[in-house]
């Protein structure tokens, strides 16, 4: 499956999000005394998306395209809720012609190596779109899984990750499946074999579609390629003086840039 540019752009801005090099990175060369927070993604083509913090410094609200500028509390937005210092409920509010679409994670159980609960999509009007269960896997902060099921306990989507020794992504795999009938309606394989090892970004946040879990990321260092179907799409990084991402430069002249707060 070929994936569009922009696709991959929005697919490797939150790669940007969720590598992050470990305090306990031996390649990690950046002052660990040095914290920035996200504020902003803008991309060439005019979509941005703001990032929002309560009191505890904990991502709490995304706030998507151009609406940032206009009312934090949008209809295109993400909100994130916490209890007992673990997520506690992740819901997506989207506007699809005169209806909002939300999307909603709802965590039952977080351990130290999975978390599990339920997913429904609705409408502000009442109208319930899917109710299914869904299950990530992780090790320490790496990301390894994300699997939907739905009520019959048949698997729905798969997103896999796999790491080599120094915690970088090296593949992800996606599969969808009819679960009426459990076969494979699409899947896709990806895999990077470059990264780039002194430098660190900001954020620890997953956020993949419709998919957000803050604290947890992808890879230890920035991805600066990716192999899709036989195609490398190849990226470049500027940072600040602190090592952090300020610029994604595209192979096809695209680009997206990251603000931080002071």
């Known amino acids: 499956m ?4 922009f696709t991959l752009g929005i697919l490797m801005a939150l790669m ?7 305090s306990d990175n031996p390649n990690d060369q950046t002052d660990p005394t ?3 927070q996200l504020k ?5 083509n005019g979509y941005s998306e703001k990032y929002v913090y309560d009191a505890s410094n904990r991502l709490e609200l995304i706030v998507h395209s151009d609406i940032a500028f206009i009312n934090e509390e949008a209809n ?6 916490y209890q007992n210092d673990k997520i506690s409920n992740i819901l997506k509010r989207e506007q699809s012609g005169d209806e909002i679409v939300n999307s909603e994670l709802q965590f039952l159980e977080f351990t130290s190596n999975n978390a599990t609960g339920t997913r429904t999509i609705f409408t502000d009007s009442g109208d319930t ?13 790496l990301l390894k899984s994300y ?7 048949n698997i729905h989507f798969v997103q896999e990750y796999a790491h080599n020794s120094d915690g ?4 992800f795999n996606e599969i969808s499946y009819d679960s009426a009938i459990n076969e494979v309606v699409y899947e896709y394989h990806n895999s990077i074999t470059q990264w780039d090892d002194d430098k660190q970004v900001t954020e620890r946040l997953f956020s993949w579609d419709a998919i957000s879990l803050p604290g947890f990321y992808l890879s230890n260092n920035n991805c600066l390629n990716l192999i899709s179907d036989s195609t490398t799409y190849a990226y470049t990084f500027e940072y600040d003086t602190d090592n952090y991402v300020t610029k994604y430069n595209l192979d096809d002249g695209s680009f997206f840039t990251l603000e931080y707060y002071d």
């Open 129 to 141: 779109y899917m109710e299914q269960t869904f299950e990530y896997t992780f090790s320490g902060h």
């Open 147 to 153: 699997k939907t099921y739905n009520l019959n306990g």
């Open 168 to 171: 970088n992504l090296i593949t």
């Open 16 to 22: 940007i999000l969720a590598c992050s090099s470990d």
């Open 76 to 81: 295109d937005s993400t909100f994130i809720s």
């Open 2 to 5: 070929k994936l569009s540019q």
């Open 34 to 36: 040095v914290t920035k």
């Open 40 to 44: 902003q993604i803008s991309w060439s």
